[in-house]
């Protein structure tokens, strides 16, 4: 067994590391790292920045980001790929949904190594509903959990054989919630049996991922805690969903969560998460947060080495080659 990391992922200010960033990853040594639009301008410059984490590290640590396409995806045009958003790109695809979602994200997983970046917060399998909020509905791949299902591994095998980790999120399910968890606490109140025949069906398929990222919001029927700060959904993620992999926070800085950031991380690892994800925050409240997170458990730890050996070595493909298949799967509607 491994030295253990810092139990939080954290990101930068800026384009590159300052050396006061340097001198603080190299003392909290976060399990890894996060990248955000302001941290991206040219591919140089990524890997720069990429290379400058390990660094301070000392080890190839995971650096994830949001590249779903659509409305939330970090790298854009004119250097990278636009994409529609993914539920518009499934009806777009219709009967050939599963092998265009498998391309796409497998030429997003290109995009990324090429940067220094081997971890992509996707796939999103929660299950849409007709009242879904705006915020998320056009993020996911379908409304039915049979569907959700099959198309979330299509994404989680396009990034994987692309070298790339998924994180499936959010897990046990976000699909009901009717507010924007970025700025208030989603209250569901489905009975957990519905909850079990739907929402988490999606990621009972998908429990084999090595990385899984938390739901901000309240199912009244089970706790009345945020799932992300509730050890009964903790154990229903563990024991029902049966989900063994290393388990990060949805950001604690979004507004679902209240009260100061290091009650909230305390409160996370409590529950049973294994890393707390923090962003855009100052460089004293990251200071903070990794204090009191502290180090990986030991069973927190051992999931971890599990998802960084997961990481793999590319394939060899022709990504010309595999955005003409899209552009023909997609009757020339092509976004590749």
Not at 94 to 110: D, K, M, V, W
Not at 212 to 237: E, F, K, Q, W
Not at 251 to 272: H, P
């Amino acid at each position: 067994m491994s030295t253990p990391f810092g139990a939080c992922i954290l990101d930068a200010e800026g384009l590159r590391l300052t050396a006061e960033e340097k001198r603080f990853f190299a003392d909290a040594d976060p399990f890894g790292f996060i990248l955000f639009a302001r941290n991206i301008d040219t591919p140089d410059q990524v890997r720069a920045l990429c290379a400058e984490m390990r660094d301070a590290v000392g080890r190839d640590a995971p650096i994830t980001i949001d590249q779903e396409g659509g409305r939330v995806q970090r790298l854009r045009s004119p250097i990278w790929r636009d994409w529609l958003p993914p539920l518009e790109h499934v009806a777009v695809a219709g009967p050939h949904a599963e092998e265009a979602l498998y391309l796409r994200y497998r030429i997003i997983a290109s995009e990324l190594r090429d940067l220094g970046i081997d971890s992509n917060c996707a796939p999103l399998v929660d299950v849409a509903g007709p009242e879904t909020h705006d915020f998320l509905k056009n993020r996911c791949y379908g409304f039915d959990p049979g569907t959700v299902a099959r198309l979330g591994r299509a994404v989680a095998n396009g990034l994987m054989d692309g070298g790339v980790l998924p994180v499936l999120k959010h897990i046990p399910g976000h699909g009901r919630a009717v507010v924007d968890s970025h700025l208030d606490l989603p209250v569901v109140g489905a009975a957990h049996r519905d909850l079990s025949e739907v929402d988490f069906l999606p990621f009972k398929a998908l429990n084999d991922l090595p990385m899984g990222m938390t739901a901000h919001l309240v199912y009244s029927a089970i706790d009345d805690r945020p799932a992300t700060t509730s050890p009964v959904v903790m154990r229903i993620i563990r024991d029902e969903i049966g989900f063994n992999g290393l388990v990060m926070t949805d950001d604690i800085s979004m507004k679902a969560l209240k009260g100061s950031l290091t009650d909230i991380a305390r409160a996370s690892l409590n529950a049973g998460c294994d890393v707390v994800l923090l962003c855009n925050a100052t460089l004293e409240e990251r200071r903070a947060v990794a204090d009191v997170s502290g180090w990986l458990s030991p069973a927190g730890l051992a999931r971890a080495e599990r998802a960084m050996e997961a990481r793999r070595i590319p394939d060899e493909v022709d990504i010309r080659a595999l955005e003409a298949k899209l552009d023909q799967l997609i009757n020339g509607r092509g976004d590749g």
